[in-house]
């Protein structure tokens, strides 16, 4: 049973739903009375608190579009153990909060994640055909790549040798584990195979900033190639985080999401 406590913030609820693992799921509700709902999924050691999932959903609410920002399991407030691959567990985490939403009456018709939270997107519209559309931002095409810059050239050595890597921060403190049971969760993800099973009807929008030092901006250009029904913007000077493009971000998204709420309506 989830549970609700107005928040100080405009019309924002606090909402607490329990996955399937019993952990408690913390989302934020900028309730506008619409039927229909959107979802903001974060991104890698990210949480709900990020700017950019903040600022599109107060654009959503301004537009009297109804938007949950949620914390994956192990992040944010949510509970649960952090785990470095989690692809899976986190499209599971997103099926749950779909559902509640389900029961509830409201008809989810975007889901909407940045970087990792792109792909978990992605995955959650190849794996359950029940959403009119996906937006993708920034998120990898090729889950191998990426991982020797974080983690350095011989990553698999050293997971293989002691059975985890720590990365360290600046501080000399332990940002987190990486495991070889989520190392291989990564690795075993397959973007290209999941967007091939994403149902034909379901819309995908792809945004990618052209100045993305994460994840390199050709990684938008191979969605484009093998997703059927798919739109793709690239942002001009973004970075990563559309760190100085936050209103042009909200534009290109909210056009997409208002232009398949009235496609839905036509129907």
Known sequence: MAEFSASSVITQQRVIIPNKHGEKLVGSLHETGS?????????????????????????????????????????????????????????????TVVEHFNAANRVTTTVLGHSKGGDVVLLYASMYHDICSVVNLSGRYNLTRGIKEMLGEDFMEKINKDGFIEKMNKAGTMKYRVTKASMMDRLNTNMHEACLN?????????????NDNAIPVEDATEFSKIISNHELQIIGGADHGYSLHQAEL???VLRFIKSVLQECKDK
Request: hydrophobic residues 35%; contains cysteine.
């Open 35 to 95: 039927r229909e709902i959107v979802i903001l999924c974060h991104g890698f050691i990210s949480n709900k608190e990020d700017t950019t999932m903040v600022n599109l959903a107060v654009a959503l609410e301004k537009e009297g579009i109804t938007a949950f920002r949620f914390d994956f399991s192990g992040n944010g407030e949510s509970e649960g153990s952090f785990e470095y691959g989690n692809y899976s567990k986190e499209a599971e985490d997103l099926r």
């Open 198 to 210: 994403i149902d034909k009807k379901c819309r995908v929008l792809t945004v990618h900033g052209s």
């Open 250 to 252: 909200a534009v290109v």
